[in-house]
């Protein structure tokens, strides 16, 4: 079975705080994305990552940034948390090839920033 | 662009049939997922269609015709937990855009 896994479930921070999300799976999965949920908006994608070292930006890129050193390991960035961050953010990976499509999820984060 | 529609919320009674659809127009498409979320927990992967016609896996089954742009998901013999979320996406070029998700609630 696929397992994803994210760093915290819950989690409270400060405005201009710099918040760390950490998503690890292993599967060797070579795409990793991050979506946050926001009632009435759904998921929307942030940034994903294709390999090690390298990144795109999704639909809502503004206030984020990503690190991917490792394969199995894509980190989500605030640098400086705003109110309106607040939210569930969840991680997902697929493989590579055709036939790997399935985006498997991690348990989600959900942070308040107060 | 992109732009995926379904219903907002539905209800049904256990052991009933419900079929959510979904509506899409898109700029690329690959195939059509279904995921099912509980409240506070991560979507999981019911259903995948990537060609035309009804997909069948025990009590759900999911329909897609890409020259309409639609596809459904049919659930069978409603049980209570299957109160939850149910996510359309379409997987485009290299990325997967979601609708906002329907909300079925399931009563005795």
């Known amino acids: 079975d696929v397992k994803v896994t994210q760093s915290s479930r819950y989690l409270v921070k400060r405005t201009g705080e710099k918040v760390f999300l950490e998503c690890v799976q292993d599967?060797?999965?070579?795409?990793m994305f991050w979506y946050r949920q926001d009632p009435g908006l759904g998921l929307r994608l942030i940034y994903f990552s294709y390999d090690v070292k390298m990144k795109e930006k999704g639909d809502i890129p503004e206030g984020y940034s990503v690190s991917r050193e490792k394969k199995e390991r894509f980190s989500l960035i605030l640098e400086s948390a705003s109110t309106n961050q607040t939210s569930m953010y969840l991680c997902a990976s697929t493989g590579p090839h055709p036939g790997q499509e399935t985006q498997y999820f991690g348990p989600g984060t959900r942070l308040l920033v107060l | 662009g992109q732009n995926i529609d379904q219903p907002t919320e539905m209800t049904a009674t256990e052991g009933a049939i419900v079929q959510i659809n979904c509506t899409y127009q898109?700029?690329?498409?690959?195939?059509l997922f279904w995921y099912q979320q509980h409240a506070g927990e991560a979507p999981t992967f019911l259903s995948y269609?990537?060609?035309?016609g009804l997909e069948e896996k025990g009590r759900f089954s999911s329909f897609l015709s890409r020259s309409k742009g639609y596809s459904y998901l049919l659930l069978k013999e409603l049980q209570m937990k299957d109160s939850a979320s149910y996510l359309c996406a379409v997987s485009g070029y290299s990325t997967l855009t979601f609708g906002k998700g329907t909300m079925l609630l399931v009563s005795p």
């Open positions: 599967m060797d999965h070579e795409n």
């Open positions: 269609n990537v060609l035309d």
């Open positions: 898109t700029s690329g498409f690959n195939g």
